[in-house]
């Protein structure tokens, strides 16, 4: 069955300081993974996708994760945190069935705060 | 092009009565799904529709359902509202084509549902 696990529900860092968001998934396939941002009062945006190509992958706003398939996890950086990156942050693994469903499953959140 | 667009962006109903959620996909995707997220959980998989059929459910009871309609747009529907079916209602679009499997949904900013 497919799963992720958020491994922190809050982070702080201080303006300018790298970012690092973890989460490990777990996968019976060779899975599609997705880092989503939500902030307030908002919908969910797209920061970037792991599709089976390259391990490293680069999204918006200078976020990136790495896919390690020995590790089972996908955790997102940031070299330098800015304020506006303060949000709600999902890891989310994709579920197939026969029936031809396409589903995400997400993570239960972590909360990025940035100190000024 | 227009995103994912969901209506009404606010609604307060009363317990027991029945509500209607609206959905239109961006112009070419025919697939359609629909989550709920309470606050401070991540969403949670209710509905997946192609090319009006369900493709897939999840765990929620039968007072939740939905359809799709020739446009492609979405109608969720929750009859006999819970104080607990208050949450923000996601609905996501997704473009699907013969080999494509991995290309990911594009969210709508949801409807914030309250009951009181």
């Known amino acids: 069955a497919q799963s992720v696990t958020q491994l922190d529900s809050h982070v702080s860092v201080s303006e300018g300081t790298p970012v690092l968001l973890r989460c490990n998934y777990s996968s019976s396939y060779s899975p599609s993974l997705f880092w989503y941002v939500q902030h307030p009062n908002k919908g969910l945006q797209l920061l970037l996708k792991?599709?089976?190509?390259?391990?490293l992958v680069k999204g918006i706003n200078g976020f990136e994760a790495e896919f390690k398939k020995s590790e089972t996890s996908f955790h997102l950086t940031k070299p330098s945190a800015h304020m506006s990156d303060a949000a709600e942050y999902f890891c989310v693994v994709t579920a197939f069935s026969f029936s031809g469903t396409y589903k995400y499953i997400f993570g239960t959140g972590t909360r990025l705060k940035v100190l000024a | 092009d227009a995103g994912v667009t969901q209506s009404p962006t606010h609604l307060i109903k009363t317990r027991g009565q029945h509500v209607t959620l609206r959905c239109s996909p961006i112009s070419g995707h025919k697939s359609v799904s629909w989550y709920q997220q309470v606050l401070g959980q991540g969403p949670q998989f209710i509905f997946q529709?192609?090319?009006?059929?369900?493709?897939g459910r999840g765990n929620f009871p039968d007072r939740f359902s939905a359809r799709q309609f020739p446009n492609y747009s979405s109608e969720l529907n929750v009859n006999a509202l819970l104080l607990g079916d208050s949450a923000l209602y996601l609905c996501?679009?997704?473009?699907?084509?013969?080999?494509?499997?991995?290309?990911?949904?594009?969210f709508g900013s949801g409807t914030r549902l309250t009951v009181v």
């Open positions: 996501a679009s997704r473009l699907e084509r013969p080999g494509q499997g991995t290309g990911g949904y594009t």
């Open positions: 792991y599709t089976s190509a390259a391990t």
């Open positions: 529709y192609y090319e009006k059929e369900e493709r």
